[in-house]
């Protein structure tokens, strides 16, 4: 997706949440446009092409998470038995994605966030293995 493509799911998210207390800021924008890049680069090298409602989904996300990390604020831990239903190799991948946002930042996502990124991708990953499906 190019830059110009992110702008315009950029664009959606912001209409989308326009009514609400707290709509896109520029700073958003420029947070979102660096993390939903690399939430793209991670689809592509999963071979993975999410549809736009799931990329309207991850965008909201993504909003979420980068206000949450720019006020300081963490997600409860979710227990184990959450984390068991994603393959560790997902979980590591987010983590390692994630941490091409956070760190420049000096922030460390939790592992609750890397979880619900994580569904993200598994939940595009279930809906792409589906489309594969004979008829």
């Known amino acids: 997706m190019t ?6 799911l950029i664009d959606l ?18 947070e979102l ?7 793209e680069h991670q689809a592509a090298d999963e071979t993975l092409s999410p549809t736009q409602e799931r990329r309207l989904a991850i965008a909201v996300h ?8 720019r006020d300081g604020e963490r997600l409860d831990d979710l ?6 239903e994603v393959p560790e190799e997902r979980l ?10 956070c760190t420049p930042r ?11 990124f994580a569904l993200h991708f598994e939940a595009a990953r279930q809906s792409t293995s589906a489309l594969d499906l004979p008829a």
């Open 13 to 30: 998210l912001a209409e989308t949440v326009a009514q609400t207390s707290r709509p896109v800021s520029d700073d958003d924008r420029a």
């Open 62 to 69: 993504a909003l979420a998470f980068v206000r949450r990390m």
């Open 79 to 84: 227990g184990p038995e959450v984390f068991a």
């Open 92 to 101: 590591r991948d987010v983590r390692q994605m994630l941490a091409l946002y």
């Open 106 to 116: 000096a922030q460390t996502p939790s592992e609750t966030e890397v979880l619900l």
């Open 33 to 39: 446009l660096v993390l939903l890049t690399l939430v």
């Open 3 to 8: 830059d110009r493509s992110l702008s315009s």
